[in-house]
Structures are given as structure tokens and as C-alpha cells.
């Protein structure tokens, strides 16, 4: 295990935060993008909150609503164009996960010459990375994919139909204002999908990992419980704050490296559940909770150990052994019943996704990402072939 970690956002948690934001934003800039998605900040009063405590602290507020559930490519770039037409000198992305990754990118595309979607990975020769972006302020209200506290992005080309991501420094916020009495409104639906998000960036790292991590084994599994705990809770009970507080701490951590630190694991069930976001339009988390055990149940058979663990630890299962299949299967099933519980899909079916273009999403995810062999990485790396039976397994 080697790794070198920093992450520089300072993160500022708790109910009533929001009232803090203007006094952060203003240490880093006079006019802010104010980035909005299709409305739900409006109708909730969390907007109009948003801009009385920039403006108190003297910020003046540039609106760019309309971010849509996996922005676009041209939504970015009309937010950029305002920010340079307008002169804004830092940007706030308020929403859910697509309002602050397009807030992100379009922060770096008011630097960037060319086109902004060089800077997403789609298995070009060369990715032209971003180095400079205006200062970045996150404001999640919904708990889910962690880009308040890191440096991806996830951005979506409609004209090529594809969906695939950045990572850079440049784009880590300076600062996260994640105030749990925000996510009080996400209803039932989106607040699973939410969990079955975080819970999603944990098993990744998880199971994708080098071998030798046992403190980050138990980082991962006390964030595995603690969603499985308190994730019933949100859904059930949108306006119980505790269990709000409890499930946005779990994401962020979920995905603001610390989790995964040294573990180096790619993550493969993200890299096709955004090809069928990409032609779907699916909700990320719901396209997860369909990927994931599948992707867990061709995962296991290659390597069962990891799995045992997973089923002892998380699920309180018994195992006859550490290789022992049927516990690994055991512990998948109680982790997809558990997706179930709280209102998930867990077929292509319950996303309406027919079989019709399997083939299709098989060769879009290695387009995006393949390693020498020609093979998603992962563990085990997959096949074209095993995509496609991976998913065909959750029709
Ligand atoms: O657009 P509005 O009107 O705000 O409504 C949204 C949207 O319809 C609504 N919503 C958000 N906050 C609400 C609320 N409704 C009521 N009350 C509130 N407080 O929820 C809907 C979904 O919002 P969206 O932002 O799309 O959801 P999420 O946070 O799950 O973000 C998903 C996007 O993030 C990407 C995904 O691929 C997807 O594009 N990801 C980003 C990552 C990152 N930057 O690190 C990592 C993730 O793995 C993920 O890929
Ligand atoms: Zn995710």
C-alpha cells in the first residue's frame, strides 16, 4: 500500500449551515454563479435562502438554473459563457450531484480553449485535463454522489450519447456547505437511490482494491452499516433529520477519497451504469442498484474470499471458510434485498430497459474504458462478453 492524499475542500456540516454560505463564498469571490437545477430549490425555499445570506455578505448573485438530471454538455457550456459574459469570479453549485458537477465543469470551462468535452474522458488518444477553474463552493441537497468534497465530474455529450467523466484537482470545491435540513424535501425515490449510491462507491473501492487495506476494509464497512442503518430511516421518514444527517455524512465520506485511500480500485459498475444513463436517462443511483449485485455475482466467482468477508461483516452471515461461494451469494443476495426494501430497482427491467441493445452498452463501456487486453478494468478485468452476460443476468 502507497498512496499520496489531499483533499483541500473544507467542509462545513451541519442543519442550518446554509446560513454560513455567503460568509464562505465571499472569502473566495464578489460575484457568484449561482447554479440551480430544474427547479426543486425554488419550490423549497432553499434558494431563496441561498441568495439572502450571499447577499448579506455582500456577494452578488448571478442565476444559472436549469441543470438537468445528467447535464449536458450545453448546459455547461451556456453556464460558462454566462459566468464569462457576466464577469462571475467564483461559482456555487446548489443541487443535487449533476447541478454541482455541471457547476464544476463549467468553473473550468471558463478557462478552457476548444471543446470543454476534451476534458471528459471517452477514450480519446489524449484527455486534455483542466488546470485552472474558478473557485468552486458546493452546496449539495441531496445525499448521494460525494461531489460536494472531491474532484470528479460526471457531464453527459447528447450528440454522441455518451456519459463519462473528469477528474482533476482544479475542480475541487474550496468549500462544502452540506446543511442535512436541505434534503428534507428529496422524496422517497431519489433519497434510495441516493444510498444505493454511497453504498455503491464503497463496495467499489471495496472489492476493486489491492490486497493489504485492512484499516480502509473497515472505513468501508462501518459506511456500509451505517447507510444500511440509517438509509430505511431517510427513505421512510423524509423529515426525520437525524437519519438526513446520518445518510449525507455517509455519502460524502462515502467519496471524498478517505474511504479509498491507497486502494486504487477502478470502478466498474459505475463505468456501465453511465452507459445506460447515457441512453436512458436513468437516475444514477437506480441504474446502480440494478448493475451492482449482478456485477457483485460474476465478481464473487472469481474471487469468493472478499465476498465471505463482505457477507460476514456487513450482513452477520456464517461461512463455512473464506472461499466459501454460497456465503459469498448468500451475502450478495441480502445486499440486493436490501436494495429492494427501500424502493430500488434491481433489474433492466424496473429501469425499462429492454435486452435489445446489451451488445451496444457492452462496447460503449470499453470505448470509454479498457486496459491493454482490450478488457473493462476491475477485478477480475471484463470482457466484452462478460458485460454482456453481467447485465443479461439483470434483465
Ligand atoms: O433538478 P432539481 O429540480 O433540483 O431536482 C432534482 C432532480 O430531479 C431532485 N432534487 C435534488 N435535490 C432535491 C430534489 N428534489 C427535492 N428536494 C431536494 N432537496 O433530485 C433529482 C435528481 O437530482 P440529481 O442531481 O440528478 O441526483 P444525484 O445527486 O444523484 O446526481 C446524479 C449525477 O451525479 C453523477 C451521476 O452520474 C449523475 O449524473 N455522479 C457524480 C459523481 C461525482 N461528481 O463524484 C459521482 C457519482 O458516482 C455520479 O456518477
Ligand atoms: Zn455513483
Redesign the pocket.
Known amino acids: 500500500m502507497k498512496f499520496d492524499f489531499q483533499n483541500p475542500t473544507r467542509l462545513v456540516f451541519g442543519a442550518g449551515a446554509l446560513k454560513k454560505l455567503g460568509a464562505e463564498v465571499a472569502r473566495h469571490g464578489k460575484r457568484a454563479l449561482l447554479v ?9 425555499g ?1 434558494f431563496d435562502k441561498a441568495v439572502a445570506s450571499l447577499t448579506a455578505a455582500g456577494v452578488e448573485v448571478v442565476e444559472m438554473a436549469g ?5 449536458r454538455l450545453a448546459t455547461v457550456v451556456r453556464g460558462a459563457e454566462l459566468a464569462r459574459h457576466e464577469a462571475c469570479d467564483v461559482v456555487v453549485g446548489l ?7 455541471a457547476a ?1 465543469v463549467m468553473a473550468a470551462t471558463v478557462f478552457y480553449e476548444g471543446d470543454p468535452w476534451d476534458m471528459i474522458a471517452h477514450g480519446q488518444a489524449q484527455q486534455r485535463l483542466p488546470t485552472r477553474a474558478l473557485p468552486i463552493v458546493t452546496v ?8 460536494e468534497m ?7 455529450n447528447e450528440r454522441t450519447t455518451e ?1 463519462s ?1 473528469v477528474i482533476a484537482g482544479c475542480l475541487y470545491p474550496r468549500v462544502a456547505v452540506v446543511d442535512p435540513e ?6 422517497p425515490d ?1 433519497t434510495a ?2 444510498v444505493a ?1 454511497l453504498l ?2 464503497v463496495t467499489e473501492g471495496y472489492f476493486n482494491g489491492v490486497e493489504g487495506t485492512p484499516l480502509q476494509d473497515r472505513f468501508a464497512e462501518g459506511t456500509l452499516l451505517t447507510a444500511l442503518e440509517w438509509g430505511p430511516r431517510a427513505v421512510a421518514h423524509g423529515q426525520d433529520l437525524e437519519a438526513r444527517a446520518q445518510v449525507q455524512w455517509a455519502s460524502v465520506v462515502a ?1 471524498n477519497g478517505w474511504v479509498q485511500v491507497g486502494v486504487n480500485a477502478p ?1 466498474p459498475v ?1 463505468m456501465i ?2 452507459v445506460l ?1 447515457a441512453h436512458h436517462d436513468v ?3 437506480a441504474g ?1 442498484a440494478v448493475v451492482n449485485p449482478a456485477w457483485m455475482r460474476f465478481a464473487a466467482r472469481a474471487r469468493p474470499a472478499k465476498f465471505v468477508q463482505f457477507a460476514q461483516r456487513v450482513f452477520g452471515l456464517e461461512a463455512r471458510g473464506p472461499e466459501d461461494l454460497d456465503a459469498a451469494l448468500a451475502g450478495i443476495d441480502r445486499f440486493q434485498a436490501f436494495l429492494e426494501s427501500i424502493g430500488c430497482p434491481t433489474r433492466l427491467s424496473g429501469l425499462k430497459i429492454g435486452g435489445e441493445l446489451i451488445d451496444r452498452y457492452a462496447r460503449d463501456t470499453l470505448r470509454i474504458a479498457s486496459d491493454k487486453e482490450g478488457r473493462l478494468p476491475g477485478r477480475p478485468p471484463m470482457s466484452e462478453a462478460d458485460i454482456v452476460s453481467t447485465l443479461r443476468s439483470a434483465a
Open positions: 440551480l437545477g430544474g427547479g426543486s430549490v425554488k419550490r423549497n432553499t441543470v438537468e438530471p445528467n447535464p443541487g443535487g450531484g449533476s447541478t454541482m458537477d464544476k449539495p441537497t441531496l445525499a448521494a454522489t460525494g461531489s472531491n474532484s470528479g465530474a460526471v457531464i453527459t456519459k467523466y436541505l434534503t428534507v424535501t428529496v422524496p431519489h437511490y441516493g449510491d455503491t462507491h467519496l470502478f459505475h451504469e453511465h444513463s437516475a444514477h443511483g446502480l
